[in-house]
Structures are given as C-alpha cells and as structure tokens.
C-alpha cells in the first residue's frame, strides 16, 4: 500500500508519501480499510520530534481514523466484517490498575495510534480489537475522523479534571484549533458561558455560532485585560490553556478567586511562570490533563450521534498532500479539523 510515513524527524519533507508494506493483524487485531484521519498537533510533534522522546521510526502517522473494518484476528469476537467503524486514538494496556479502574489514559504503557504504533495516514492499518468503536449512521467518515482526540481532550479537561458547573464562566483559548472549539461547545452543553480568544476577527466569528458569548482578538488586544473588563474585574472560575509560554500568565491572571486553568498542551513553549502568592491567596487550581479514558470517548460518540456535540471539519484532503495539511496547521489556517481521505 501507499501510506505518509516519516523516517527522519523534520520539516514538511519529512513525510514521505511511499509504498509500505500491506498491514495483517494478529489474533487479537482488526484490519481497517481507512475512509478518512483526521490531523492533529500530535502528529506535527510525531513529525518533528521531541528532545528527550523516541519514537518508533519508521512510522505511519495519524490517530482519529475512520473506515470499515476489512479483516479480524482469530480471537477476536463480535466485530463484523464491513461494519463502520471509528478507531478509538489511545489504547492502556488493559489489565493495570488504572486501566481496571477506567483510566486507561493513565495506564503506565499508554499508546497513541500514530505516535507508538502504526496510525491511519494509509489506505490500512491494524488496531487492537479494544480500540474499535461503531461509528453512528447519521455520521459521515470524514465527521467521525474530526473529534475524537480533540473532543477527548477537552471533554475530559472541563469535565473530569475542572469539573465546570451550570452557570460557570469558562475562558477558551484559539478557538480554532480542534481542543478549542471542542471545548467552547462542550463548555455550553454543561450550562457554562464561554469567553473564546482566537487570532481573526473570521474565526471569533465561528466561535460565536459555536456558543462562545464574548470572544476576544488576541492580536489586536491584552486578552487578560479584556477578560478583566468583561467580567468586571471579577475573572472567570475556569481556563482551558494549551498554548504554553505565550499566554500562561495572562492565563493565570484571568482567573477569579477558586478559579481553575486546566492545561493540555504547551504549543508556543515549556515554559511558564507562576506568581505562588496568586496561587494561595485566590485558592487557584493548577490541572494538567491529558488524553481520556475510553469510556468517555463513548460517552462523546453517543452526544455526536444525538447531535448535541458537533464535529468542526475545516476541509477534507487527499492522504498524498499531508505536507499541506500540516503547513495549514502550522500557519493557523484553519478553523477546526483537517481531515484525509486516501484514495477509495
Ligand atoms: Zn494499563
């Protein structure tokens, strides 16, 4: 098969749209006829690399991945042959601690499709039978490939960590990207209003018929400073940060005595300073967050079914022009996901 695979961490060129050899599952393994995959920061990461990780190289990106399913394992029961499927991004390893409880996200041998194994930049790819979800009728492939890990994400940093209550005020940064606009919408399916941030005046236009009451240009003002003047100098109980160095601060800053940031991710930086008396007198919570357990990727599924959630496709690819997907991620083009689709 054809499949976008990187050998070397680097640049654009380092995804390489070449012949592979055809996946076979094992016994326990399904063989899924990939219809669509969605893109996301992780795999710019996979991509590029990162000091200090190691990643199985060679290595077929991509973890939202949608198709049906083309082959099983002899072991495995109750999946069928032709069924639509969705692949479930993260996998634990099934008998831990963490992983009986339900957390496999925080299973000691968590893996991502696309970043420890195989993903679904292919025509096909092989996922352990656990991982494989029905995909509802009245959602298309190229729908089913735009949530799964940015809704994940988000849903389990407002829910499971910030636990964010009916009538809360929620600040959601660059409400473009995949976390932010999971994150606006499921902010307002828990009752709480939404202050959304985002670079263009086009894309604080979608996060406002995402739900988001105020939103803010954070180009053209201080978003701390905007957020202090909306909410009267009050602040907001809850903020969803993943964009690290260039906004942690403000971040803090923004947020009203009990308040909570919860972060996931640090694209502009590792770094960020924390002021400790800020921390004790307002009685702040710090989360980190990251990834979901499976059963709340169900729990998503079942309110995308019932069109209570929504995916956000920015625009469908060919698998062959990655290369340009990832340059539209980078440069911030899109509002929502970018999904690929190899040829049928
Ligand atoms: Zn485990």
Redesign the pocket.
């Known amino acids: 098969m054809r499949a976008i695979r990187v050998h070397q961490h680097g640049g654009l060129d380092a995804l390489a749209w070449e012949e592979t050899a055809d996946p076979v599952p094992g016994p326990t393994e399904v063989l899924v006829r990939v219809r669509a995959c969605g893109v996301n920061h992780l795999d710019l990461w996979v991509r590029r690399g990162m000091p200090g990780h190691e990643f199985p190289l060679p290595l077929i990106l991509g973890c939202d991945i949608t198709g049906e399913v083309a082959e099983v394992g002899q072991s495995v029961t109750g999946i069928s042959v032709g069924s639509r499927v969705l692949v479930a991004p993260g996998f ?5 601690e ?2 009986s409880l339900g957390n ?1 996200h925080l ?3 968590y893996g991502i499709m696309g970043e420890t194994r195989d993903g679904g930049y292919a025509p096909w790819v092989v996922v352990p039978h656990r991982l494989v979800l029905a995909l509802p009728e009245n959602l298309s492939f190229e729908e089913g490939a735009a949530f799964p890990l940015a809704f994940l994400t988000a849903w389990h940093m407002l829910v499971a960590r910030a636990e964010v209550q009916p009538g809360e005020l929620v600040l959601v940064h660059a409400a473009g990207s995949g976390v932010g606009s999971a994150a606006v919408q499921i902010a307002r399916l828990l009752g709480a209003r939404v202050l959304a941030t985002a670079g263009t005046d086009a894309k604080l236009q979608h996060a406002a018929e995402l739900g988001a009451e105020e939103t803010i240009n954070y180009e053209k003002v201080d978003f701390a400073k905007e957020v202090s003047r909306l909410t009267g100098k009050r602040g907001v109980d809850v903020v969803v940060e993943h964009v690290g160095e260039a906004t942690w601060e403000g971040s803090v800053r923004c947020l009203a005595k009990g308040g909570r940031l919860v972060t996931c991710g640090a694209t502009t930086g590792p770094t960020g300073n924390l002021h400790l008396p800020r921390l004790f007198f307002k009685s702040l919570s710090i989360l980190g967050s990251t990834m979901g357990s499976r059963g709340e990727l169900h729990r998503i599924v079942q309110l995308m079914e019932q069109r209570k959630l929504h995916p956000v496709v920015d625009r469908v690819l060919d698998l062959e022009d990655a290369r340009e997907a990832h340059r539209i991620l980078e440069d911030r083009e899109a509002f929502g996901k970018i999904v690929l689709c190899p040829p049928s």
Do not use: K, Q
């Open positions: 634990g390893c099934g008998g831990c963490p992983c496999d299973c000691r041998h």
